[in-house]
């Protein structure tokens, strides 16, 4: 955009060609007629053209080689390019490859070290040599719209930071979403032999979990139903025996979590067991 001259001229030698039409009139006598000149004009060299940067992003922990796409980074067998660098768009800092190929006119084969620091950060990219540097605008104004040649910003972005996974059994760890149990309901039952048992209804309860009812602990702990399509987790557990000293209260069950012991969020169960 706002160029008259296609991305393969490079500059050199131009011929300029201005014709001229004259009508009929008082002062010229011998009817319309076009005058045609011809001339030469040096247009100097063109600085190297960006389009486009493949990958347009990674993971910066690791150098990044990347394909740069333009034009004139040859001129008449000569290289056009002394640097190739990425300046990021928050901080202005200056990024130097550190090392690039010139495979031809319209390709650069480039390396970058951001390094992990700046994950997150966007960076523009540009190529520049003897006859000046590519350009990127981030502001348009009526002569130039954004970016290169084309009205495009040539950006590379560094991944964002992955959030951090503790090892497991590492204090202080967050519980992981797939570690937490969920406790929804619960339903007290008399056995035969007179003994109560409380149902605990809830999803995602490991094998292995164990439970509190109002700060009391049961003797026993059955795992009854799994959730549907999983054969690892829990729906339904059977507390067995001293969930009585606990009713009503608060119901919390804890899974063996990934990051260590991970423990629902309180449900308070209202049942009661009967004085006889």
Partial sequence: SNTAFPAACCGGTGTITITTTFTEGDNNIFGPFTRTVVCS????????????VTPSNGNCAVP????I?????????VPNVTSVFAIDRATGARINASQFFIVNANLIDAFF???SANNGHSFLIFVS???GTSRNRLVADPACTFGNE??????????ATPPVVCPPGTPGCPP???????VNGCRLDR?????????VFGANIKAGATATVGGVTPKKIKFIEFESGSTTTFRTIRLVKKVCGGLPGDIKVTNPGTNGPVTSAAFFCNERCPAN
């Fill in 41 to 52: 004009l040096a247009l100097g060299a063109r600085a190297p053209v960006v389009f486009s």
């Fill in 64 to 67: 990044q080689d990347v394909l």
């Fill in 69 to 77: 796409t333009g034009a004139c980074f040859i001129i008449n067998g």
């Fill in 113 to 115: 070290n951001f390094g």
């Fill in 129 to 131: 040599g003897p006859n």
């Fill in 150 to 159: 084309q009205g495009v910003i040539v950006t590379f972005t560094c991944n």
């Fill in 176 to 182: 992981l979403p797939q570690d937490v149990p969920v």
């Fill in 191 to 199: 056995q035969a032999n007179g003994s109560f048992t409380l149902e």
